[in-house]
Structures are given as C-alpha cells and as structure tokens.
C-alpha cells in the first residue's frame, strides 16, 4: 500500500523560528500557499532532523492535528519514517512506520477512547499479520502468562512519586500567546516512553488540541527531568506512560 504527502510544493514561508531548523507553511481552504493568516485555513510545520529526514505536522490553522509525515525530503513528498493521522476531533485515528512510501512494521488503529482495536504488520507493503481485539487480549494473556505472583512489577515513576510530576507540571506548562490569541483552550494527551535509564523519549500526541497547545506539552515532557524506571524483580525495563494536560485562560 502507498503512502502519499500531502504536496505543499513551492510555498512562501510564513514564520521562520530562531532554530533554522524549523519553517512554518500556510494554507487556503484548498490548500494553496498563501502569506496571510487572516486567509489560513491550515498549518504546517516543518523539523529538519537530518540532512535526508524531515517531519511534517499539518494542522487546522485554530485545531487540532489532521496528520504528522516523516519525510526523506524537504518539500515532503517522500514520507519515510514515523507516521500518525488524526480525526476532526483531535484524536489519533491510526499510526505506525513507512518504508520508501510504503507501509512497514506495525500499524495501529484507535477506538475513540484511545485504545488499539486492531493491529497489522507489514513488510515493504505487503500485509503480513493482522491482529483484532480477541487476539491482542489473548496475546496479553499470554505474556502475563510468564509471569506468576512472586514476581515485582514496579511502575516508572517521577522522582517522588505523582506529587512531584504534578509540581512540574503546574510549574513549567505556560498558556501559549497563540493559543490565548486565538481563543482556544483544551486537553492535550501526550504518549511517550520512559527507558530503561529513566529517561524520556518517543513523545507523540495521542489528542491534539491546537498547534501551539500540543508544542507547549510537547516541550513540556521531552524536558523532563530523569525519571525512576519501571522494573520487573529489580530488573529495568522501558514503561509507556500517558499525560493529559489541559490549558485553560
């Protein structure tokens, strides 16, 4: 199965951050460049990683994500990498890696709660396995099969405990001027993965409220301090962890 970008082709930049490595891009409701916000109907932002990976996020221009692509290119024609899209709502609707334009490994489909209801495995394009709810329960059941009730299971946790997370929290996570120029306020849910060493990486949106909201948690949660790590009888292993943040003004 193909992937395709969307093309934004030759467009004026709309704001350039001090990081060279950032450009933001607006659209008309036909998604046609254009230079004033007042005619943006869309949103987009892109991060140079590399000199041959860039990642595009597209935003409504005063909502929620519709889709982020990891690109090979510039113009983002060529997604290779991470790719996530999203409902009108805000909220991921499927996620999961490219090779070349085609999807490659696993492939992940959300309920409106935000649960995985199907999953599918895929090599170069070609679909390899697919997993629905029964067998991802049953595949579950499973692993928790190996583990019997003299083992110690240990959650990841934030220095002293939830007291603290929420001290950074309230601390470190400011209103946006974007967002309280516009007039949007929210939750945002954060993803993200607290390693075997007790950091934190792999930050994605999982409910996305408005660009500058979803930067603010973003930034918030990447510049977390060194967590304690999750453990299995002593054993560090990496935890995924899940963070509603709501902005309010």
Known sequence: ????????????????????????????????????????QYLAYRKKINDSTYEWRYYNYSGPLINIETTKDEAGARPHGYLAYYGKDGKIDSSGSSLD???????????????????????????LERMDTLAMRLEREKENAQFDSTDVLIEASFKNGDKDWMKYIQKNLKVPDRTEKIGRGGTVIVQFVVD?????????IVRSVEYAIDEAAISLIEKSPVWKPASVNGRPVKAYRRQPLTVQF
């Open 196 to 204: 075997k060493d007790g950091n934190v990486r792999d930050v994605d």
């Open 101 to 127: 334009g085609r999807k490659n490994g696993w492939w992940y489909y959300y309920t409106d709660s935000l649960t995985v209801w199907l999953k599918e495995k895929y090599e170069n394009g070609r679909l």
């Open 1 to 40: 199965m193909l992937l395709f970008a969307l093309l934004p082709g030759t467009l004026p930049v709309f704001a350039q951050k001090q990081a060279k490595n950032i450009s933001f891009f607006l659209f008309d409701k036909e998604w046609k460049g254009c230079n004033k916000p007042a005619d943006a």
